[in-house]
């Protein structure tokens, strides 16, 4: 069985593709809500450790287009279709984050221009305090959310790794079967030469004990010739 079979070009390609278009997904989810939603932040940290997370797995998935270039592992033509690919993955990358930043600095913006209008509207006799506390704890929740959605992200992460290991282990094993084949055949190929050269000599010697009595018994009819003639 071929390296090529186990290739993890499609798998890391397909988990980036995924990855990819959930991103935009998260994005066009985010432009619909109020900067000072909860659901907000929290697509927010969603996009954010996403955006981290694509670019780890897009340098891992170089890593495999460059090793099957070193070793030609796949057809010239496959390696050309993965070369525009990979290309194709890094623009699409490009622009997710230019639509994100953009996005954020519209919503700071517009975010700020509401607060300034807010805190002129606030009666004279009216606290902020509240307010203020009520943020924070806001925030610490989002905070909370973002770090499980990160132990998520890692932990899919983790879980396509130990795919990929379980298949490079299931293809070591294919190899070493095949070399274990290959030697078992070497040792009949080794022990039927053996054999057939065993044959070869025994004729050898019969043909030779063969020509010695011919050669006597020649010697004996041309003596006896002799004496009678």
Known sequence: MALVDHDSWDIEYEGCERLRHQ???YLNQRQQLNPKASQYVQLTGNITSGLEQLEKDMKHLKVVLDNAITWETSPEEELQQRRIDWDRL???????REKFANSTRSNVLAAASTSAWQD???SPGQSSSTLDVETLKQRKIEMLEQQNQGLEVLSATLSRQRQLATQLGNEVEDQNNILDNLANAMDRVETGVQRETQSIGQVNRRD???????VIIALFVAIIVVVVV
């Open 120 to 122: 002129q509207a606030l």
């Open 23 to 25: 991103l935009l997904v």
């Open 90 to 96: 890094t623009s699409q990358l490009r622009e997710i």
């Open 208 to 214: 030779s004990t063969w020509g010695y009595w011919l």
